[in-house]
T-cell receptor, first 113, second 112 residues
Framework: ETGVTQSPTHLIKTRGQQVTLRCSSQSGHNTVSWYQQALGQGPQFIFQYYREEENGRGNFPPRFSGLQFPNYSSELNVNALELDDSALYLC????????????FGPGTRLTVL | QKEVEQDPGPLSVPEGAIVSLNCTYSNSAFQYFMWYRQYSRKGPELLMYTYSSGNKEDGRFTAQVDKSSKYISLFIRDSQPSDSATYLCAMSEWDSSYKLIFGSGTRLLVRP
């Protein structure tokens, strides 16, 4: 069974730039969620994708957007980067209609200068 | 007030001690309760999952949920230095979004 993978591992961007982060869900999982984890904090829910459509969104502005592909992999896009966007971005997958056990990837650490 | 409160620690214990980690919450609609372990600069690892109230045991780990008090606990028996990590509690409602609400995490250090 393949776990959740994310790429890249680290990324450095400057304010105003755009970034795309990628996630491959665990084998058999059809729902992907994205979380932002600031240093010393718990993860904060950004949004979730099921059947290639957004299925719930947290308190994040529209410049955070996403995609889910037919193979259940996903992307997180962030436009007009701000310094406060510096964080660990985590992807989690689960099976819709299941026990809501969510399994996380290793994360992408984004630094905005 | 945050929906989920968790003491940030750090909690320092000697090897072999019983560790008790706790979270309180305010949303009575939470039905799913989870504990994650997160090593430094890594993704969270699911340790325990509980639906509604009750206890669940898995090896050295026991999770307890008391919905009447809005309080959940994780006990670690015979703690090991390899248990040193940040422990995050997470919860969600019974709805279609599967959104997890996390505590801020408790940092645990088990001294050899």
């Amino acid at each position: 069974e393949t776990g959740v993978t994310q790429s890249p591992t680290h990324l450095i961007k400057t304010r105003g730039q755009q970034v795309t982060l990628r996630c491959s869900s665990q084998s058999g999982h059809n729902t992907v969620s994205w979380y932002q984890q600031a240093l010393g904090q718990g993860p904060q829910f950004i949004f979730q994708y099921y059947r290639e459509e957004e299925n719930g969104r947290g308190n994040f502005p529209p410049r955070f957007s996403g995609l889910q592909f037919p193979n259940y992999s996903s992307e997180l896009n962030v436009n007009a980067l701000e310094l406060d966007d510096s964080a660990l971005y985590l992807c989690a997958s689960t099976i819709a209609g299941g026990r809501n056990e969510q399994f996380f990837g290793p994360g992408t650490r984004l630094t905005v200068l | 007030q945050k929906e989920v409160e968790q003491d940030p620690g750090p909690l320092s214990v000697p090897e072999g001690a019983i560790v008790s980690l706790n979270c309180t919450y305010s949303n009575s609609a939470f039905q799913y309760f989870m504990w994650y372990r997160q090593y430094s600069r890594k993704g969270p690892e699911l340790l325990m999952y509980t639906y509604s109230s009750g206890n669940k045991e898995d090896g050295r780990f026991t999770a307890q949920v008391d919905k009447s008090s809005k309080y959940i606990s994780l006990f670690i028996r015979d703690s090991q230095p390899s248990d040193s990590a940040t422990y995050l509690c997470a919860m969600s409602e019974w709805d279609s979004s599967y959104k997890l609400i996390f505590g801020s995490g408790t940092r645990l250090l088990v001294r050899p």
